[in-house]
């Protein structure tokens, strides 16, 4: 590992201040919320939207903002609150508890980016934050956030924390909107959300395409926490990797294994000359059948918490795996496409120790680079880019430097987009100094509205 003194710093673009009408005071500190990017305003720059949340939960209420700190729009009440149906206080907006089912993406293929989210009906008076009752699913305008599309599918209503009376709290709380290519377009124009152990897919007009209902929730023999989406077998359309299952692009099961536990995180990612399904669980990928292509087993992987995919290793054949193998710890190790255990090393210590994510820091045609807050380490599993002027995390559920990889200037070079949802701040790093008249080529691809945000 290089030595500490060593490490080359990152070049700080630019720290953004939240705009002070979307802080809230949580605790006696200044709270923004979880952060989505995007270029919400269509100059071809990138913008950001906060987000708040009822119960932690709920989203509630959503702030637009520029790369200048600018106020582009809010929909909500960050001060929302009604009676909690599960006791006699109040549920709150307040940061999320996880990353929820917020995307920013060209639903409707017009030529500009929405908002696609849950969003709580402001009539409600009381509200569990165990159940989807009195959430509605919306499209906004991402320019101006006004509504053009609104539903509230049954389907969703009917979604709880719940399973023959039981509740699953882990298996409840990442939810996560995906968007997806299940109706075959020329581009992406659906969606799919997890809630517990409920799938649904829904079109860009907010109409149910398809419902599964998940059979492994129990932790820690759960499926995915957070599912991913891509096009499995080639056809055009999307198909869906929970773990112990795979959906084709209309909901039909392509398989369900129990495939061990920890089934944590999952990609459908480029290996081996295809597309194939990427599990952290033990380690595991496979094609769109489920059958095995890699199984690393328990020995090398006794709880894969997370899992990238990469060019980690220049030269070498094909793309690596770098999985954080042992839980909730600093360990992580890359493997080659053929399960080769390269190398092993320790990340820095974090408030979760998660929160992985591949940065092509170099740009095309060189090495990618790991994040796992707050560093950058090479395929070698040496640090090899820091973060300056950081604040100290806030430590807790999600207090920690969350990370967006975000080609800003369209030259194929990632930069970094840091945020701690309990601070007021995002941070803008790249490895060379950005030049402010590229910075209308902002690049959005699945990386961001698909983002693997993970806790």
Not at 34 to 48: A, T, V, W
Not at 64 to 69: D, K, M, R, S, V
Not at 235 to 242: K, T
Request: hydrophobic share 40%.
């Amino acid at each position: 590992m290089e030595n500490e003194d060593s490490v080359p710093e990152a070049v700080l673009h630019k720290k953004v201040l939240l705009p002070e009408e979307f802080i809230s005071i949580e605790g006696g500190r200044r709270v923004g919320g979880d952060i989505r990017i995007g270029d919400l305003s269509g100059d071809g720059r990138m913008d950001f939207l906060v987000y708040k949340s009822l119960g932690g939960i709920k989203p509630s209420f959503l702030g637009a903002f520029t790369l200048e700190g600018e106020v582009l729009w809010s929909l909500g009440d960050k001060g929302f609150c009604v009676q909690d149906a599960d006791g006699d206080g109040m549920l709150e907006t307040i940061s999320p508890d996880r990353p929820g089912p917020v995307a920013i993406y060209d639903i409707d293929q017009d030529g500009r980016q929405e908002v696609i989210c849950f969003m709580v009906d402001p009539a409600v008076e009381r509200s569990s934050k165990w159940d989807l009752a009195g959430v509605r699913l919306v499209i906004l305008d991402g320019a101006t956030g006004v509504v053009k599309h609104s539903a509230a599918p049954e389907e969703l209503a009917r979604c709880s924390a719940y399973v023959d009376g039981e509740p699953h709290i882990p298996n409840y709380v990442h939810q996560r909107l995906m968007i997806a290519n299940f109706s075959g377009h020329a581009a992406a124009q659906d969606f799919v959300v997890k809630v517990g152990n409920d799938i649904l897919a829904f079109n860009h007009r907010l109409a149910v395409l398809w419902h599964y209902r998940n059979k492994e929730y129990r932790y820690p023999a759960h499926s995915a926490y957070i599912p991913a989406v891509g096009d499995l077998d080639g056809d055009g359309r999307d198909e869906v990797n929970g773990g112990h299952y795979g959906l084709d692009h209309d909901g039909s099961v392509l398989w369900e294994t129990f495939l061990g536990d920890n089934a944590d995180s999952v990609l459908v990612e480029e290996w081996d000359g295809g597309q194939a399904a990427i599990i952290s669980g033990s380690g595991q990928i496979l094609n769109a059948e489920g059958k095995h292509l890699l199984h690393l087993g328990e020995e090398f992987v006794p709880h894969g918490q997370e899992v990238r995919c990469g060019n980690f290793r220049h030269g070498l054949l094909g793309r690596e795996l770098a999985i954080r193998h042992n839980g909730h710890n600093t360990e992580v190790m890359i493997v080659s496409c053929d399960g080769e255990v390269l190398c092993r090393f320790t990340v820095d210590e974090s408030p979760n120790n998660t929160g992985m994510e591949t940065i092509r820091w170099h740009g095309a045609g060189q090495a990618d680079l790991l994040y796992s807050p707050a560093a950058l380490y090479d395929g070698l599993g040496n640090k090899v880019v820091s973060f300056f002027e950081l604040p100290a995390p806030t430590g807790g559920r999600m207090g920690w430097y969350h990370c967006f990889a975000a080609d800003l200037c369209g030259e194929g070079r990632d930069a970094v987009v840091l945020y701690d949802p309990y601070g007021d701040a995002v941070y803008v790093y790249a490895a060379v100094p950005l030049d402010p008249g590229q910075l209308d080529n902002y690049r959005h691809t699945a990386q961001q509205y698909n983002a693997r945000l993970m806790d």
